[in-house]
């Protein structure tokens, strides 16, 4: 599955390949910085990922060797407010934490700033290399983010998320990681060859069932409460156990051989 067409521009794309949904943001011209075009490219990228039934995990990454994105475009935003036409800047669908249970795996490099923090940071895992330089000035210019504070609390503490804000100084790849922000550092020029390898593994040797309900449950137990997380573990442990996928796995184990799974992701269910 190939989608080159989402919008006029073809700010974002989209393909399937081995069962990993890979979205592509794609204006390396000007660092892939967010124009409202961008973000409604993205916003129909994690819709069709969303969408897809033959993928189980994805790989969010940006074109070009220079950046991940420089954040918003300052010029285009410039001039849509002098012509009147400031709409359609943001929100992106991951400021609800996504609109899909499925893994989705950053591969950062370069330049990562403002928004382009913002779409890491609703990723469930990051590889950078590193060449990767996290910013986000936005207190250098009197601006007060909504999401992103939040989000970097959640992922890597007060007092860590505050260093990353104030000042807004760019840290390198080596103090995201060692922050708990970047899971993985690569070489330079390796971090997507590296998400996509680690999505791949996870497509084919995870039943995507269970992945589901780990991701439902470690998503409640953070933005709620470790409850709530519970509720939703005993939840999906009897779901997953009435699943053909689980005697598949219990069966396979036993023969020694890699398992068929056949189930595949279900729509979010009201668990309470």
């Given at each position: 599955?190939?989608?080159?067409t989402?919008?006029?521009?073809?700010?974002v794309?989209?393909?399937?390949?081995?069962?990993?949904?890979?979205?592509?943001?794609?204006?390396?011209?000007?660092?892939?910085?967010?124009d409202?075009?961008m973000?409604?490219?993205?916003?129909?990228?994690?819709?069709?990922?969303?969408?897809?039934?033959?993928?189980y995990?994805?790989?969010l990454?940006?074109?070009?060797?220079?950046?991940?994105?420089?954040?918003?475009?300052?010029?285009?935003?410039?001039?849509?407010?002098?012509?009147?036409?400031?709409?359609?800047?943001g929100?992106?669908?991951?400021?609800?934490?996504?609109?899909?249970?499925?893994?989705?795996?950053?591969?950062?490099?370069?330049?990562?700033?403002?928004?382009?923090?913002?779409?890491?940071?609703?990723?469930?895992?990051?590889?950078a290399?590193?060449?990767?330089?996290?910013?986000?000035?936005e207190?250098?210019i009197?601006?007060?983010?909504?999401d992103?504070?939040?989000?970097?609390?959640?992922?890597?503490?007060?007092?860590?998320?505050?260093?990353?804000?104030?000042p807004?100084d760019?840290?390198?790849?080596?103090w995201?990681?060692?922050?708990g922000?970047?899971?993985?550092?690569?070489?330079?020029g390796?971090?997507q060859?590296?998400?996509?390898?680690?999505?791949?593994?996870?497509?084919?040797?995870?039943?995507?069932?269970?992945?589901?309900?780990?991701?439902?449950?470690?998503?409640?137990?953070?933005?709620?409460?470790?409850?709530?997380?519970?509720?939703?573990?005993?939840?999906?442990?009897d779901?997953?156990?009435?699943?053909?996928?689980?005697a598949?796995?219990?069966t396979a184990?036993?023969?020694?051989?890699?398992?068929?799974?056949?189930?595949?992701?279900?729509?979010?269910?009201?668990i309470?």
């Amino acid at each position: 599955m190939k989608d080159n067409t989402m919008n006029d521009l073809n700010r974002v794309l989209y393909e399937c390949r081995d069962h990993v949904g890979v979205i592509t943001l794609n204006r390396p011209e000007v660092l892939n910085a967010f124009d409202r075009y961008m973000y409604d490219g993205v916003n129909r990228a994690l819709q069709l990922f969303r969408d897809d039934t033959t993928a189980y995990v994805g790989v969010l990454q940006a074109a070009g060797d220079r950046a991940f994105s420089a954040g918003a475009d300052v010029k285009a935003i410039a001039a849509d407010m002098k012509a009147g036409t400031f709409e359609g800047y943001g929100p992106l669908i991951s400021d609800d934490d996504m609109v899909t249970a499925k893994p989705l795996i950053a591969a950062v490099h370069g330049h990562c700033i403002g928004e382009g923090v913002n779409l890491m940071l609703a990723c469930d895992l990051v590889v950078a290399d590193e060449t990767a330089k996290v910013a986000v000035s936005e207190a250098r210019i009197g601006i007060n983010a909504v999401d992103i504070p939040l989000k970097l609390a959640r992922k890597i503490g007060y007092a860590k998320a505050f260093a990353l804000l104030a000042p807004g100084d760019a840290k390198d790849a080596a103090w995201c990681q060692a922050a708990g922000l970047v899971e993985i550092v690569t070489p330079a020029g390796q971090a997507q060859s590296r998400a996509f390898a680690l999505a791949t593994d996870t497509a084919q040797s995870c039943a995507p069932l269970a992945v589901q309900a780990l991701m439902e449950k470690f998503r409640r137990a953070v933005l709620e409460d470790e409850a709530a997380g519970r509720r939703a573990g005993i939840y999906w442990r009897d779901f997953t156990r009435s699943s053909r996928d689980y005697a598949e796995g219990q069966t396979a184990f036993i023969e020694r051989r890699k398992p068929n799974f056949t189930v595949h992701y279900k729509s979010r269910l009201n668990i309470g």
